[in-house]
């Protein structure tokens, strides 16, 4: 086949029809569950302000230095949101959503961008679907919010995951925690990556995240940030601790799992699969209580999740889990003659008012053609009419998997039908 023209940016893909049913199906589970869970659906534009993201996530981070679509129109900067966490709060914060009373349960499904290195289960225009909780620092809002997140993978079937769960603590602890980092780093500073020495000064706690080989011995033994949590922080690190294991949610201790933006505080987790390769996180989130604050609204404790709709869908993929069921059509009407043909036009929007889906052929084609064609549409009833049938008022519908016909009027169609 000759190379088109035109085709998709790197790390960005199409949809196409086939993909898109399971998508659908993955987007109506997740509406379903979140309803389950009393979240409410917020939808934000897909571009923001750079300053938002830039102070929202922090400036040395990796999506921030080096990830972001940008750019600028007049005086205005723009970038295309590399996460929903930032645009959320700048929603809550704009519409003074505290306002609505109570705590604000939302999520979300949709586009971000990230201008990665693009590879399996990543890319540079992806999806996620995620929660956030608005307005209460109780360890049941982060245990709802990981309830949530591994419902929906339950319901699908994928069982095969382990949940990552660390606290990194309020800033008192983790500045405590920082120095002892850097002091026990400090004599093997120059084995240190590259990157790893970058972070030392002003980002010491992502040197733990480090895939680096050379960066892994220090990495191996350094101190933990559990040992440095203050009586707050252990008090809520412990209770959602003790609320995941009432629930039966089973997780493992990481107190070396950080995350990738600033505004993290307390709970961190993340939902990892072995049957992603190198991709492996399938959702991640934490707390972020000091973030509404930092971008000018009153202080707010909150907490969230995001999850890949790609990694999601990898995982299935791997699992052999079909999401959704294949394409059909209730009725393919199939005509002889162009009286039958005009009978056939006016007959599909009362079919579909019953509640049936319902189509024709497009163009012209021979009966057998048409017959061929609803095949391959996948279609339940072959609904034939030439001359004769017009004359009758009897009409022919081929059940196509059983092979079998009837003669009915059209009225006994519909009524058999739309039962
Ligand atoms: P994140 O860990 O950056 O967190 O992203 C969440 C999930 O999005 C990842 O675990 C991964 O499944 C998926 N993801 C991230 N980048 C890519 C990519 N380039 N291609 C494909 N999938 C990707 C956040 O975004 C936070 N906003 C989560 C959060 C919500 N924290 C609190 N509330």
Redesign the pocket.
Known sequence: MAQAKYSTHLGMVDILPDEARKWQYLENLIREEAEKFNLEEIRTPIMEQTELIVRGLGQLTDIVSKEIFSFSRGDDNYVLRP???APVVRAYVQHHMAQRGGSQKLFYIGP?F?A?RPQK????Q?H?F?A?VLGSDDPVADVEIIAFMVQIYKKIGITNTTLKLNSIGDPDSRNAYKKALKDHLKPNFDKLSEVSQKRYENNPLRILDSKEEEDQPFIKNAPVITDFLNEDSLRHYKQVKEYLADLDIPFEEDPYLV???DYYTQTAF?LISPDLGS?D??????R?DLLVEEIGGQPTPA??????M??LLIACEELGIQLGDEKKVDVYIVTLGDEARKWGVSKLPQLRDAGLSATMDYKGRSMKAQMKDANRENAKYALIVGGNELEEGKFTLRNMKESEEKSLSFEEILEKLSN
């Open positions: 996460e929903l966490t971000m990230r990665e289960g990543r890319q540079r992806f996620q995620g956030e995350r990738g933006m993340e991709q996180a399938l959702a991640g989130g934490g972020y907490v969230g999740f995001a999850a890949g790609e990694r």
